[in-house]
């Protein structure tokens, strides 16, 4: 195919997740020629790559889904917190109401993409995951809608590919799955996806090895069926809670308290606490005081609930101690809590081993299993790496995407994230993100970043075809403007005391920085709006 044949579009998308379909659905009503690119085999995004044992969502599951009416009335989740396999069926659902796949290209990597100048243009080079074959296509506008796990962070580890048994990581695990049971099984990582998978496999497996290097501090769950007259009940207030999540720091349908943790009586405090834990989910860590993440001794004051909580689950107290420190490894909430069903009471069997890396670091992997300080081989049979991700910016600079200086997308952020309203960069015109960069992205609520950050951008890009703009790049001015935002507001907060992927630090290399914006999605909305009201303030226009 040459690039005078080449098809053109008004719009290319990259990942079929909710902010890629979200964007597919809006733009092609509105009249534009768009299509999706995904890599992976099937729609669904994180929901189609993560399909590891326990994988499910850690948001209530009225609130996890598109906010349209005429998909939520006829959709019921069978659980608060569904599994991979119901969110397949929801997106296969939703594609059912839409009709989104014929639009969407599966199995299509975008491995680079070039800015031509004189077209007004991106020039974009995909790869056929299954078959290799390569092809392209012009698109006016490129919105990558990658999402903030795309690129998953394998540690170099001496030898690991010696390993003869089985090893994924827990974002490509098998699509037919593994059999565990009986078998001796490794997990490095005890993020949310190493909870998961422990608390799931340790009843079946012969032999569990975990190894931890920072405790996770984790929320109990509070798993429960959904039956019809649950979610009858439930829909009736869909509407109030969906019109809510504009107006909550993270999108959900419900925020913060509107007082400090030193408002209260030590009394009024603890009651609180118990009431929130016995809530569960996210609420005790975003719908609790709201000085929690600024002030270290407020914070320091759930920690200590936290920690006494979970030991009482643990029989060792030298486990205990371990997986609940008497002095908090960071403060409560500046690492993404995971939600557990089980998790603490597993390192009550006889078949599970708790390894601290911190004390006995792991000096390589062998074919047979993995080697400590100590000089112990842990010999395994299958090794789970739930290692996390090259977060929020790993799925953009993957891709060799280059503007009009020459450089990539990589070498642009290698000295950390520049963009306007987390939504361009310059130097890269007619690019936007959609829970990308320096958004709520990761501080919000999937779905509802989706939409309402998707739908700025659409009306962006109604704005610029109505008025006749075909080029429109972020100024520098404007980078400079919201990455000193970012910075002040993350400076007044405990989010830098935790080596965590919101702050790049799980990979080694990433600049230091938060990388999600952390005041908030209303503030955040507003600033978005302001811009638009002024005529697309911090762009420039052609």
Sequence with gaps: MTASTTEELDVLVVGAGFAGL?????????????????????????WYWNCYPGARVD??????????????????????????AELRRYFEYVDQKLDLRRDVALNTRVVGAEFDEERRQWLVRAKNTQTGQSSQVWARYLVLCTGFGSKPYIPDIPGLESFTGACHHTARWP?????????????IGTGASGVQVIQECAPEVSHLTVFQRTPVLALPMRQRQLDEDTNREMKAEYAQRFA????????????????????????????????????????????????????????????????DKVRERINDPAVAEKLAPTEPPHPFGVKRPSLEQRYYEVYNQDNVELVDVRESPIQQVTPHGVVTADGREHTLDVLVLATGFDAVTGGITAIDIRGTGGQTLAEVFANGVRTALG??????????????????SGFCNGPTCAELQGDWVVEFLEYLRNTGTTRVEATPEAEREWGDHVAELTEATLFPLAKSWYMGANVPGKKIELLNYPGGLPTYLQKCNESAKQGYEGFALA
């Design 244 to 307: 809510m999540r504009g107006q909550t720091f993270a999108g959900f349908d419900f925020d913060f308290l509107d007082k400090a943790v030193f408002d209260v009586s030590e009394q009024e405090r603890t009651a609180t606490y118990e009431k929130l834990w016995e809530t569960g989910g996210f609420v005790p860590w975003l719908g609790t005081f709201n000085d929690m993440f600024f002030d270290a001794e407020a914070n320091a004051t759930f920690y200590a609930f936290w920690r």
């Design 59 to 84: 948001t209530w599951a009225p609130i996890y889904q598109f906010s349209r009416e005429d998909l939520w009335r006829d959709w019921s989740f069978s659980e608060l917190y569904p599994d991979w």
């Design 175 to 187: 699509q037919e799955g593994i059999d565990l049971s009986g078998k001796r099984v490794g997990v």
């Design 423 to 440: 939504v361009a960069t310059s130097g890269f015109p007619n690019l936007l993100y959609v829970y990308g960069p320096q958004s709520p």
């Design 22 to 46: 979200h964007q597919l659905d809006r733009l092609r009503t509105l009249g534009h020629s768009v299509k999706v690119y995904e890599a992976g085999s099937d729609l669904g995004g994180i």
